[in-house]
């Protein structure tokens, strides 16, 4: 039995999804800039799927720029708005739980001369909004606060921050990869300019991404060519990818009520299970402002990597944080920022539940759980 516990990091295709594909891939092949039958069918397609995707988000289709990931979003986002300023200095405002896209672009932006304030946050992964407004100054021109963690599924308060950012006019980006199938993510509720989402968290394929800008932001291109995406991202549209995108988060949008429901008793499972029958056990996060699928555990007197491949032989696939630095299994950034000790941010594990787990499976992780920890507790010098 193979147990796939490692959803925050991609997940598998959805079958409707790849139906709807299908399609576009041998048959419907047109290049959506050419000027005859295929291209203009190809055309047609891809605007279908950017005005139900604007239906979902609750904004115009003119809002929504497709780019070919998350990451490419976040960077369109931040670096394309800096570029829009046509300034050589600025403030921006993050947090220390961000993303790396997020993070390495701010960090590449204060190479050029911007000032990012990197905020901190409490024990379980909150951003205050009032810690939002005291780190704003004259020079803040740009604010982006992640909507859900992906390493501990902490939820932000981003109505608030939304709010504080309007009050005193800075443009507001949030990175929603993990928050698409699970949260609200209409742009009009959560009163964002910007936000990023990606298709390969909602069962969607990957290799697809989108923006939202808010009509009136002002941001510029990092993708130079022919002016594909209102010119704001040039390259071939990726027809069978953004026509997936918009299956997935239909589907997603559709039974998000009921998979939540699913989802967070499957969680709470999982939590209870580990806290009450393994020994020196903590939960990381949030535990009431939190993903319905996140489980973030630290077991003190092991290692992550070792508990990894020990669960891995035996087909649970979880992960220790991050999927997104290059297979390192490094001390998190988000798990130091919370406070973590240096034994439990090693001993750390992310299990993110997705649609074909079940309690069955949570059971059969439970059982594997309590015999390898002991076991590696007992072979291990810490």
Known sequence: ???????????????????????YFSEEYGNPGSFNSEGFNAKKAVDSARQRIAGILGCSAEEIIFTGSGTESINLALHGFVKALAKKEGHIITSKIEHPSVLETCRFLESKGFDVTYLDVDERGLVAASDVEKAITKKTVLLSIMYANNEIGTIQPIKEIASVAKKHKIAFHTDA??????????????????MTLNA???????????????????????????????????GTENVPAIIGFAKALEIAEKGKQEENKRLSA???????????????????GDVAKRLPNNVNISFKGIESEALLLRLDDEGIYASAG????????EPSHVLKAIGLSEEDMYGAIRFSLGKRNDGKQIDKVLEVLLHTVKELRGSSKR
């Open 1 to 23: 039995m193979e147990i796939y516990l490692d959803h925050a990091a991609t997940t598998y295709v959805d079958e409707r999804v790849l139906e709807a594909m299908k399609p």
């Open 266 to 284: 499957l969680r709470d499972r999982l939590i209870n299970g580990i806290l009450k029958n393994i020994p020196r056990a903590r939960l990381n």
């Open 322 to 329: 991050s999927a997104c630095t290059s297979g390192k299994i």
């Open 177 to 194: 990869c993990q928050a698409a199938g699970s949260l609200d993510i209409n742009v009009k509720n959560l009163g964002v300019d910007m």
């Open 200 to 234: 390969s968290k909602v069962y969607g394929p990957k290799g697809i991404g989108l923006l939202y800008v808010r009509k009136g932001v002002k941001i510029k291109p990092l993708i130079y060519g022919g002016g594909q995406e209102q010119g704001y991202r040039s």
